[in-house]
């Protein structure tokens, strides 16, 4: 691509029709012309050959994905780290916003994310370290999506639980144990003080525990520790599976009494949960396997906070992400942005409650909510619920008193 041709991808934001373009973040380190190299990622991710041979014509005023904002800087040491076949010669650490024409693809997920982190992002010439740092939406796509079914306000009223963090608890061990001892352990946490027992993510319908029945106990089980505490319960069901058992499974374990649906939304794919969506009775719940294998490497891949925005999009009105502390291994600013795409405005489509976790339990509670600053997110212990030395009651029971002393301050204060 000559410099010449590189101009017919940059654009100003002001000669665009906003509501004709997503806003794309990337940042990447390429070799060669940086121009050069911004115009090949927009280039690769919609037009690429942009007219016919020995035709006057030129696809890119209408289809090309074009730079709007772009910064370029040297790199003297070289790539940030090195990178099997990566081209020679100097480097430069480029900041460019991509609007890209959603016409290219429609309303469609697995469109979508083919054009804007497929070939055309990874394979664009001269860049071999690239990352997808966020995405925005305009109205005009957004109208297309239903979003979350229930939200924040509507999980909040389901359970009768505000103005607090809403209390999960991973029931442990995980694997191994029957469907009856599983859910007298979730019985125990409801009764110290949980909100939502749920199924780990990686327990889904197993030989051990048939979803059939741990659905039907764990059902049974919130019934009776909603009549001993005097305060709803729910139990969340993880049904991730085959795509075609997804519809089959949320209706077994809801008519068992599960009032919430988990999936772990990567390895099923995206638009399996719209789907779902389409058909859930109760709210969906996302988890986050494979999350780390996109964006974990500095530098590269797809951020995080740009599958948190097409979760909310999907339908998810629940979001487990990873969290804060060394196990997650995720920058807490990454924590705070995913946080943020879960509750900040995104036109008519409905907040998702953000659930930040990992080796969470009644001591780092306070933390997690300084850091977020608002009471609206779920707080997610597992051993910290249900290997507590004194059993899952006591467990649960120490992170509501901590909660009791968390607000008490505030109010003194």
Request: some cysteine.
């Amino acid at each position: 691509m000559t410099h010449d041709d590189a101009q017919g991808f940059f654009a100003t934001r002001s000669a665009l029709e906003a509501e004709k373009y997503l806003e794309l973040d990337y940042t990447f380190e390429c070799v060669g012309d940086p121009r050069v190299a911004a115009a090949h990622l927009c280039s690769e991710q919609s037009t690429a050959q942009w007219k016919r041979v020995g035709v006057n014509e030129d696809f890119r005023p209408t289809f090309a994905a074009r730079v709007v904002e772009f910064d370029a800087e040297p790199s003297p040491l070289g790539f940030s780290y090195a990178v099997p076949g990566a081209p020679s010669g100097a480097v430069h650490r480029c900041r460019a916003v991509i609007a890209h024409p959603h016409a290219n693809f429609g309303p469609k997920l697995p469109n979508l994310l083919s054009a804007v982190a497929g070939e055309g992002m990874f394979f664009a010439p001269g860049i071999p370290i690239v990352r997808l740092d966020d995405i925005r939406f305009p109205a005009s796509f957004l109208s297309a999506f239903a979003g979350p079914q229930f939200g924040v306000r509507g999980l909040r009223e389901q359970l009768q639980a505000f103005d607090r963090p809403i209390f999960f608890g991973v029931i442990k061990p995980n694997i191994g144990v029957p469907a009856r001892e599983f859910a007298e352990l979730a019985y125990e946490g409801w009764c110290g003080g949980l909100d939502i027992a749920k199924d780990d993510e990686m327990l889904a319908d197993a030989p051990w525990s048939p979803i059939s029945a741990r659905s039907a106990a764990l059902g049974d089980a919130r019934v009776r520790a909603s009549a001993a505490t005097g305060a709803r319960k729910m139990y969340l069901a993880n049904i991730t599976d085959e795509v075609d058992r997804l519809v089959p499974l949320h209706d077994l374990v809801v008519a068992n009494g599960a009032g919430a649906v988990m999936v772990n939304a990567l390895p099923v794919g995206l638009s399996a949960i719209r789907m779902l969506r389409a058909h859930a009775r109760v709210p969906i719940v996302s988890h986050f396997p494979m999350i780390a294998g996109f964006g974990r490497l500095p530098h590269y891949g797809v951020s995080s906070v740009v599958f948190t925005r097409l979760q909310r999009l999907a339908g998810c009105d629940v979001i487990i992400m990873p969290g804060l502390g060394d196990r997650m291994m995720t920058p807490a600013a990454e924590v705070l942005a995913n946080v943020r795409a879960c509750l900040d405005e995104m036109g008519d489509i409905l907040p998702s409650l953000p659930v930040p976790g990992g080796s969470d339990s009644a001591a780092t509670l306070e933390g997690v909510y300084r850091a977020l600053g608002t009471v609206d997110f779920g707080f997610v212990p597992g051993r910290g619920v249900f290997g507590h030395p004194d059993g899952p009651a006591a467990g649960a029971r120490s992170i509501r008193v901590e909660w009791e002393r968390i607000a008490a301050a505030g109010a003194r204060n």
